[in-house]
């Protein structure tokens, strides 16, 4: 599933095209994806000028001068193609600038949605009502961190993907993090001291921003607006890396947790 990198480096991608532009057409080629297009997607999109694109976890933002916000989400195999050549039986959603450019959103599993919300309020749009503070924002850091997960038993890992405490971190990005922060990834959220969680913040921060600038992570589907795939897998520490070596000389070992592979290394992830 595309992840924070992934959908920051799509509306990276899809700024120079659609940013300032005013739409032309737009073509709905079936009903839905995950649940169904806006009735009046056309509508009010069509004439209406692009102002902004931006990311909210792991949504991407397209604001028009019209006071609409169009939310998208890539699912599981969502990516917006950028001026194709032809269009391909999964292209389900097509705009056209008055420029001459167009994109299309491709999504073989439509498990990724588009909806239409109003600019001004887009912070009650449902999925970002109880969402956290973005990990590359001001407000994401150790002293956050250390308030949102007091008394907490569960384990780290998996309270860094509680959107509610940090909004668009995924598992992919948890791992690595972790690592980077050397702590266990089952010990207790709550029983980690505020120096550690300093380091933890920093590091998830750090492995988004380099993911970020290697254009994401290629796995299955995902590739960026321009057809290039992101290639930070190749930098991965743990995620994915069962039994090879890491940097310390251990082992990389995996388990199952809340219905996802964990990785990490138990000879310097320890405590």
């Not at 006071?67 to 050549?85: A, E, I, K, T």
């Not at 850091?141 to 993907?161: F, N, W």
Request: net charge positive.
């Amino acid at each position: 599933m595309p992840e924070l990198p992934e959908v920051e480096t799509t509306v990276r991608g899809l700024r120079p095209v659609l940013e300032g532009q005013v739409i032309a057409a737009v073509e709905a080629r079936r009903a839905d994806l995950r649940r169904a297009f806006p009735d009046d997607l056309r509508q009010r999109l069509t004439g209406a000028r692009v102002v902004a694109l931006s990311r909210r976890a792991k949504y991407g933002l397209i604001d028009t001068d019209r006071g609409d916000s169009v939310v998208f989400h890539l699912g599981m195999s969502g990516r917006w193609r950028v001026d194709p050549d032809i269009l391909l039986p999964h292209d389900h959603l097509v705009v056209d600038t008055a420029a001459g450019r167009r994109v299309a959103l491709n999504d073989p599993r439509r498990f990724g949605s588009v909806d239409l919300w109003r600019s001004a309020d887009i912070a009650a749009f449902p999925p970002f009502a109880a969402l956290g503070p973005e990990p590359l924002g001001p407000d994401f850091d150790g002293a956050h961190l250390y308030r949102a997960l007091a008394g907490k038993r569960t384990s780290i890992k998996l309270a860094l993907l509680d959107q509610r405490v940090v909004a668009g971190l995924g598992n992919i990005y948890v791992c690595e993090a972790l690592y980077h922060a050397r702590i266990h990834p089952r010990r207790a959220a709550g029983r980690i001291a505020k120096a550690r969680l300093d380091r933890l913040a920093e590091a998830a921060r750090a492995v988004l921003e380099e993911a970020i600038r290697a254009g994401g992570s290629s796995l299955r589907d995902y590739a960026r607006p321009d057809g290039e795939l992101g290639y930070f897998s190749k930098q991965f520490a743990v995620y994915g890396r069962t039994g090879l070596p890491c940097g310390c000389g251990g082992l990389v070992a995996r388990y199952a947790e809340g219905g996802r592979s964990t990785f990490w290394c138990p000879a310097c992830q320890r405590g």
